[in-house]
């Protein structure tokens, strides 16, 4: 009888604690939610002033006083078309669309060879060498303008897409990246390939660039969105107004007054345009860019 008293008791006080156990989250659960709304909360305050930029390209004036004024307007084709036609920012778009190419080609070119020599080739003070190529990351950019101009025009290079690339040709960061995935793929791989008597330039073009693809695309995203982004040098070096980039051309809409007022929905309307190309590039290859910031290790 005893018994049977005791086991409704032990019953209840079970039911009490799964009671008690859902009624309260537990506490991962609640990190979990905080981080979420964290995470969405960041979102949200960066995409906020891309929202403000979109609404206010659509607008006649582009003047915002209070947030009833973030309500999308209906000159968004002749905005845009004012933009690209009137005040030539297509041409200024391909300027920067060429440029960043070629940077990413050119750049893209003599880091792998660079990359490929301090990994694979037994070089005399070859450790030295690339802390020397990694010292070249502490010299400022403002520090090399005045030297570098003067270069530039000495060669009569000034106006020309030549000023605007080959300064950017060569880079410590991608050969850093690279020799760090380089060092990353197996030294059976390349002892292989010795036996098998494959040639250095046929290593890298069938065994050492397919093993990279992920992160060749990742690190040539990072390179085209920098040239994308270049405004000061340009903007010293190229005269020519026909001749300049998408970066320099957003200054010319926003110093170009009509009626004592800028045109704020125009530069708006430009800041869009010349956010498109990197945008669309990051959302294609967002995987591979995100392998490039890893250094991966076996």
């Known amino acids: 009888m005893l018994g049977l008293i005791q086991y409704p008791a032990r019953l209840l006080r079970a039911t009490k604690r799964q009671t008690a156990a859902l009624a309260l989250p537990d506490r991962r659960d609640l990190e979990t939610i905080g981080l979420h709304l964290l995470l969405v909360g960041s979102v949200l305050l960066i995409v ?14 582009g003047i915002v006083t209070s947030l009833a004024d973030l309500v999308p307007g209906g000159h968004v084709v002749e ?36 990359a490929t020599a301090i990994v694979y080739y037994d070089l005399p003070y070859k450790d030295l060498l690339f802390l020397f190529i990694l010292f070249t990351l502490l010299l400022p950019v403002p520090v090399r303008f005045i030297p570098l101009f003067q270069l530039v025009a000495d060669m009569g290079w000034t106006n020309s897409m ?68 270049q405004y000061l040098w340009p903007l010293v070096i190229i005269n020519a107004e026909a001749d300049q980039v998408a970066q320099v051309g957003l200054a010319l809409l926003e110093g170009d007054v009509v009626g004592g007022e800028v045109s704020w929905s125009l530069v708006m309307a430009g800041s869009m345009l010349t956010l498109l190309p990197p945008l669309l590039l990051l959302i294609l290859f967002r995987k591979p860019l995100l392998r490039a910031f890893v250094i991966q290790q076996k």
């Open 79 to 114: 905005n845009y078309r004012t933009v690209l036609v009137d005040y030539q920012f297509g041409r200024f778009m391909w300027n920067s669309f060429l440029m960043a190419t070629v940077i990413v080609i050119g750049k893209l070119a003599l880091s792998i060879f660079a």
């Open 162 to 229: 030549l000023a605007i690339t080959v300064p950017y040709l060569a880079s410590a960061t991608t050969v850093f990246i690279l020799r760090q995935h380089f060092l990353s793929i197996p030294s059976s791989i390349v002892e292989t390939a010795k036996l098998d008597g494959v040639g250095p330039l046929k290593f890298m073009a069938f065994v050492l660039l397919p093993m990279s693809k992920g992160i060749l695309v990742g690190v040539s995203v990072i390179m085209f969105v920098f040239a994308w982004n």
């Open 48 to 61: 906020f002033p891309i929202l403000v930029a979109a609404i206010v390209s659509t607008k006649q004036t």
